[in-house]
């Protein structure tokens, strides 16, 4: 068999269809805690990934497809349970039971080949860290909620996690890894935080790959000692933003390195828009005064633009940095903001409703919802990357929102087989039957109730 028609065929098991099978299959291996169920445990998680699937605005507007037969042949349920029935059986659900549901997309991924595009530098995939809130309320709140006290004396509960997510500065698209909720644990009185959110993900990250190698890629906040140490207890490499104003201790070393001449740097001029850019780099720095054994690499970035403004961004890395990587390690830095833009912003802004509450519950609902997003965000970015099929359905529409609604449309007024017959039918059109001629396939009463 030649090389691209076995790609060609590896690259099937991508495509959404493959996926949602696969991730049923997963669901199905849970076990049921609940006697005699009126719903199967199987089929509620599975309700819940096609409500995120589908984009649908509310979990009320989602059960009203509760008799669509599209919802056995595309996602192989048999019924799915009422919104109040679907909230009381999720909120009993532990958030951590829908990893492996993660893990074996990103095999599938992996055996695809299409991981292999994203390695970024030696021989390492870059992985942007950062937390988001997604849930917040005065009123509605749960067990696992944290709070936010205000000046005036009133209280938010609110959501956290800590998403996870392989990028690389070429690609829009990203490829989400299992994200780690931050969230008041049972009985506990303080809040989480993302660096406890953090140590968590990372000894978890390390039992589901234990061999993958990774270039973690963080903003500012993330560029402290203990942290650190957790990057290197688990052998992760990383890229950290790094201020000025934090770490005065660091870039006193700079600045004394810079007096002594021991400062490398390399230069370059864009002839195209005029731009300077330059970088400066030192190896073997403390990260601060308290914490002398923790040595990183330090990085400064400068861009002077054609108007005589000044850009400049640092890192800190554990890569020993020479004027041959120096260049592809700030394009990892600045590539973290696609966990914000391509991820969190698109989650937000593009169909999925990501703020939106669609039931908190008294438990870990809302955790739930949240990871039930992120696994239908990860297979839609997997169609993004690689089905000819969905891309020219986006083509087609110009957006990810009209995109879903004209899923949405086909989904409720056709009876399919799969996503594929959609995405095929808005990629390359359809022939419209006559209502008419839909009317008189009904029978001689459906005649009868219009004359």
């Given at each position: 068999m030649?090389q691209?028609?076995?790609?060609?065929?590896q690259?099937?098991?991508?495509?959404?269809d493959?996926?949602?099978q696969?991730?049923r299959?997963?669901f199905?291996t849970?076990?049921?805690?609940r006697r005699c169920p009126?719903?199967?445990?199987a089929?509620?998680?599975?309700?819940?990934?096609?409500?995120f699937?589908?984009?649908d605005?509310?979990?009320l507007?989602?059960?009203?497809?509760a008799?669509?037969h599209?919802l056995h042949s595309?996602?192989?349920?048999?019924a799915?349970?009422?919104?109040?029935q679907m909230r009381?059986?999720?909120?009993?659900v532990?958030p951590?039971?829908?990893r492996?549901?993660f893990?074996?997309?990103?095999?599938q991924v992996?055996?695809g080949?299409?991981l292999?595009?994203y390695?970024f530098l030696?021989?390492?995939?870059?992985?942007?860290?950062?937390?988001?809130?997604y849930?917040c309320?005065q009123k509605?709140h749960c067990?696992?909620?944290?709070?936010?006290?205000?000046?005036?004396g009133t209280?938010s509960?609110y959501?956290?996690?800590?998403?996870a997510?392989?990028?690389?500065?070429?690609?829009s698209?990203?490829?989400?890894?299992?994200?780690?909720?931050?969230?008041?644990?049972?009985?506990q009185v303080?809040n989480?935080?993302?660096?406890?959110?953090a140590?968590?993900?990372?000894?978890q990250?390390?039992?589901d790959?234990p061999?993958?190698?990774?270039?973690?890629?963080e903003?500012?906040?993330g560029?402290?000692?203990p942290?650190?140490r957790?990057l290197?207890?688990y052998?992760?490499?990383?890229?950290?933003?790094?201020?000025?104003?934090?770490?005065?201790?660091?870039?006193?070393?700079?600045?004394q390195?810079?007096?002594?001449?021991?400062?490398?740097?390399?230069?370059?001029e864009?002839?195209g828009?005029?731009a300077r850019?330059s970088w400066?780099f030192?190896?073997?720095v403390s990260?601060n005064e308290?914490n002398?054994?923790?040595v990183?690499n330090?990085l400064?970035y400068?861009?002077?633009d054609?108007d005589?403004?000044?850009h400049?961004?640092?890192?800190v890395?554990?890569?020993?940095l020479?004027?041959k990587?120096?260049?592809q390690?700030?394009?990892?830095?600045?590539?973290?903001?696609?966990?914000?833009?391509e991820?969190?912003n698109?989650?937000?802004?593009?169909?999925?409703?990501f703020e939106h509450?669609?039931?908190?519950?008294y438990?870990?609902?809302a955790?739930v919802f949240?990871?039930?997003?992120m696994?239908?965000?990860?297979i839609?970015?997997v169609?993004?990357?690689c089905?000819?099929?969905?891309k020219?359905a986006?083509?087609?529409?110009?957006?990810?929102c009209?995109?879903w609604?004209?899923?949405?449309?086909l989904?409720?007024?056709f009876?399919?087989?799969s996503m594929?017959?959609?995405y095929?039918?808005?990629a390359?059109?359809?022939k419209?039957p006559?209502?008419?001629?839909l009317?008189?396939?009904g029978?001689?009463?459906?005649?009868g109730?219009?004359s």
């Amino acid at each position: 068999m030649s090389q691209t028609s076995t790609q060609r065929r590896q690259r099937r098991h991508l495509h959404f269809d493959a996926l949602i099978q696969r991730v049923r299959q997963r669901f199905e291996t849970f076990p049921e805690p609940r006697r005699c169920p009126s719903f199967p445990l199987a089929d509620t998680l599975m309700a819940g990934l096609a409500l995120f699937s589908l984009k649908d605005s509310s979990l009320l507007a989602f059960c009203g497809r509760a008799l669509d037969h599209n919802l056995h042949s595309v996602f192989g349920l048999q019924a799915i349970p009422s919104d109040t029935q679907m909230r009381e059986i999720l909120d009993d659900v532990t958030p951590t039971r829908l990893r492996p549901a993660f893990q074996d997309v990103f095999r599938q991924v992996q055996r695809g080949k299409i991981l292999e595009d994203y390695v970024f530098l030696e021989g390492c995939y870059l992985v942007g860290l950062d937390g988001v809130e997604y849930f917040c309320s005065q009123k509605v709140h749960c067990d696992h909620c944290m709070t936010r006290t205000h000046q005036n004396g009133t209280t938010s509960y609110y959501h956290q996690m800590l998403g996870a997510v392989i990028l690389h500065p070429d690609f829009s698209e990203v490829i989400p890894l299992a994200p780690e909720p931050i969230q008041r644990e049972d009985g506990q009185v303080k809040n989480d935080c993302e660096r406890n959110a953090a140590r968590r993900w990372l000894k978890q990250f390390r039992k589901d790959h234990p061999h993958l190698p990774i270039i973690v890629t963080e903003d500012a906040l993330g560029s402290n000692a203990p942290h650190i140490r957790d990057l290197q207890k688990y052998h992760v490499h990383f890229i950290l933003g790094v201020k000025e104003g934090d770490h005065k201790h660091l870039f006193e070393q700079f600045e004394q390195r810079v007096e002594d001449d021991l400062v490398e740097s390399i230069h370059e001029e864009d002839a195209g828009t005029g731009a300077r850019r330059s970088w400066m780099f030192v190896n073997g720095v403390s990260i601060n005064e308290s914490n002398q054994e923790v040595v990183v690499n330090l990085l400064v970035y400068v861009e002077v633009d054609a108007d005589g403004k000044i850009h400049k961004w640092s890192w800190v890395t554990d890569l020993t940095l020479t004027a041959k990587n120096v260049q592809q390690v700030a394009r990892g830095g600045r590539a973290r903001w696609k966990i914000e833009n391509e991820t969190f912003n698109t989650l937000k802004n593009q169909g999925y409703h990501f703020e939106h509450n669609y039931g908190h519950g008294y438990k870990h609902l809302a955790e739930v919802f949240a990871l039930l997003m992120m696994l239908a965000f990860l297979i839609d970015q997997v169609q993004q990357r690689c089905n000819p099929l969905f891309k020219k359905a986006w083509e087609k529409k110009g957006s990810r929102c009209a995109l879903w609604e004209a899923v949405r449309h086909l989904f409720a007024s056709f009876e399919v087989t799969s996503m594929a017959e959609i995405y095929r039918g808005i990629a390359f059109g359809f022939k419209r039957p006559t209502l008419k001629s839909l009317i008189e396939q009904g029978g001689a009463g459906s005649r009868g109730d219009t004359s």
